[in-house]
């Protein structure tokens, strides 16, 4: 049985070998490149065959071209190796691209006028809140308000638009959390594997089809957490999110899309809305004690902001600069 079973499994082995060999030909040399390059956060090929790659701290570049049939090459070996298909009845897929776990996200047509994707690359380099100072992203006075808000155990919030870089930006938080407190244990929800931890104490968990976030905090509650990170905040678990905050699990981060600070909390009573109409800007104010806004400038990425959260009063919350 054991030899069956050997054999089995080296079977399985070899067909995924030949799997990953071709998925490397078809991405070809310069997209491979790119995705060992720890400075690169996305790749890019649009309908007309353009490739383009996004960098930390830069701006959008184009690098290269690939055609149609090369990406639907592509895009077929991706879904061979994770046992599904894509085709007109089924244009897009949603992934982790299997050669590194970054997230694969394929369109053909009808629903674009040709094959586009885009690969947001997996981190392999946590960037400290050193390197956001050095490279110009943020202040030093910025650095020391974040930090200092790490080592006090206020939850932060940090906001910014589409590709602003607040889930690298959280990574270097998490970092400061785990040189701040190594000794606390972690959990971290997402809906894909884009967080690093470097506690050694942590739980990763990930949503599936059947569970979502919400319920993902459920059962963080039972799994004895000092912090909580929440990758995302998209819908009504930023309430549980906040009330496990403010309840003995003080010193999380999340994310949510805002265009700054004042703007992240009113985003905030947008997603509690779809759990409760009661109003929850005490909640807020209490739970959420320093948000940082990231933003792209004509000068590349920026952290605007880094506001205290002083409470909510007479209808509205009061920020205070804490950098």
Known sequence: MDG???????????LQRRLTEKLRRELGSLICGFLADPDVIEIMLNPDGQIWVDRLGGDMERVGTMTAMQAESLMGTVAASLRTTITRETPYLECELPLDGSRFEALIPPIVSAPTFTIRRKATKVFTLADYVSSGIMTARQRTAIERAVLERQNILVVGGTTTGKTTLTNAILRAIAEASPNHRLVVIEDTAELQCTIENHVMLRTSLNVDQLMLLKFTMRLRPDRICLGEARGPEALALLKA???????????????????????????????????????????????????????????????SVKGFRDGDYLFEDAA
């Open 4 to 14: 069956g079973n050997g054999r089995v499994a080296s079977v399985s082995d070899e």
């Open 245 to 307: 905050w403010n309840t003995g699990h003080p010193g999380g981060v999340c994310t949510v899309h805002a265009n700054n600070a004042r703007a992240g909390v009113i985003r905030l009573e947008q997603l509690i809305a779809e759990a409760t109409p009661a109003p929850m800007g005490t909640l807020i104010g209490e739970a959420v004690n320093v948000i940082v806004s990231i933003a792209k400038t004509a000068e590349g990425r920026r952290v605007k902001e880094v506001l």
